[in-house]
Every structure is written in C-alpha cells, then in structure tokens.
T-cell receptor
C-alpha cells in the first residue's frame, strides 16, 4: 500500500514569513495529492490539491509543487498570517481495486503543526 | 448546500459498552469513508462504502468494529465492547466517485472510553 511521510512535524514562523511543508510518497501510481488544514477541534478542510499531470498549482498565498520522479510534493504558504496557524495534512490518492470496483484511497501524512507568531 | 454531518459530536462511554456513530454524507455523494484520528495523529483509514456496499474494510482494527450504510445516505459505525484505546475522533468523509477524488469531511465524533 501507499506510505506518506510528512515533515516537519512542527513549524514556527513569524507573521509575514513563508512556510514550507514537505511530503514524500511511496507508490508511483498515486495520482492526486490534496492538502488539508485542520484548526483545533474542527474538521479537516481541503485548501489546495494537485493532480499527477500537473507540476505546480497556486491559489493566492498558497501553492503546491509536485515532483513525480522524486515522489515528493510540497505546500508553500507565503506572507503567513496568525490565522494560518493550524495542523496541515498532506495525502496521496491511489486507485484501489476492491470487491470488483475501483476507488480512490487517501493515505495521510502525520500532520504539521504550524504556528504563526504575530 | 449542507455539508457532511455527524452525530453525536461527543460521546463518553464506559469500557465494555457498545457505541454507534452516525454520518450523513453530502447529498449525491456515492462514496463514503470512515477515519479514526487519535490525539495528535494523522487520519487512519477504517472503511470505504460505494453506495451501500463496503468493498474495502481493510482498515477496521478488529472484529469489534463494523459499519453499515443505507442506500447512498446515512452510515453508522458501531464499536462493540469498547476499550480505552478506542478513544479518538471518528471522522466521516464523502465524495463523488467517478474521476473526482476530493473528500469532504464531517466535524467528527469525539469518543472517550472511561
């Protein structure tokens, strides 16, 4: 099965700095890579995603890059703000055949606690 | 529209008791997933439903865990004879299936086994 490693486990930055979180995956057949933000006591929220046929995607202050050869992908947050403080999870999607059907199965990283100091 | 909902939001139970957790997916989403999230940990896959069938139960930790789904709507996760190590947040997610992998999460049920 798929295995996703996420680093760092904690990240502390000053407001206005950039933050980068990196993930590696093991199965080259993984085809979709979402990033979720989870605030304390809240549900995970999808913030950006990228498919395997794209190398980079940007949405305002956040961007994701994908290197399929090296099997790693990264989340970049620029001009960080205190409200960016949360736990961020990466995930890799692998098509699984089970019970005569196929579906996308997400394997998650362990999460990064991002703290942005004002 | 309405997102994924779960109930109860919190559940405290005594060791050995059975609990039932409920998930209402987004209307029209045929795929439904259950995850477990222990304190400070990532999301651990439990089970996947396509409609009301469960082709992948590989993540269920033991035979004390089971799940059902009625049609393409409500799902229940049942934990029998709860143990303290079952304490966690149980998250449900739903998604459209064909070519679309985005999963939308519910708020979770925080289960505490005393």
């Amino acid at each position: 099965g798929e295995n996703v490693e996420q680093h760092p486990s904690t990240l502390s930055v000053q407001e206005g700095d950039s933050a980068v979180i990196k993930c590696t995956y093991s199965d080259s057949a993984s085809n979709y890579f979402p990033w979720y933000k989870q605030e304390l006591g809240k549900r995970p929220q999808l913030i950006i995603d990228i498919r395997s046929n794209v190398g980079e995607k940007k949405d305002q202050r956040i961007a994701v890059t994908l290197n399929k050869t090296a099997k790693h992908f990264s989340l970049h947050i620029t001009e960080t703000q205190p409200e960016d403080s949360a736990v961020y999870f990466c995930a890799a999607n692998l098509l699984i055949n089970a019970g005569g059907t196929s579906y996308g199965k997400l394997t998650f990283g362990q999460g990064t606690i991002l703290t942005v100091h004002p | 529209g309405a997102g994924v909902s779960q109930s109860p939001s919190n559940k405290v139970t005594e060791k050995g008791k059975d609990v039932e957790l409920r998930c209402d997916p987004i209307s029209g989403h045929t795929a439904l997933y259950w995850y477990r999230q222990r304190l400070g940990q990532g999301l651990e896959f439990l089970i996947y439903f396509q409609g009301n069938s469960a082709p992948d139960k590989s993540g269920l930790p033991s035979d004390r865990f089971s799940a059902e789904r009625t049609g393409e709507s409500v799902s229940t996760l049942t934990i029998q004879r709860t143990q303290q190590e079952d304490s966690a947040v149980y998250l449900c997610a739903s998604s459209l299936v064909i070519g679309n992998y985005e999963q939308y999460f519910g708020p979770g049920t925080r289960l505490t086994v005393t």
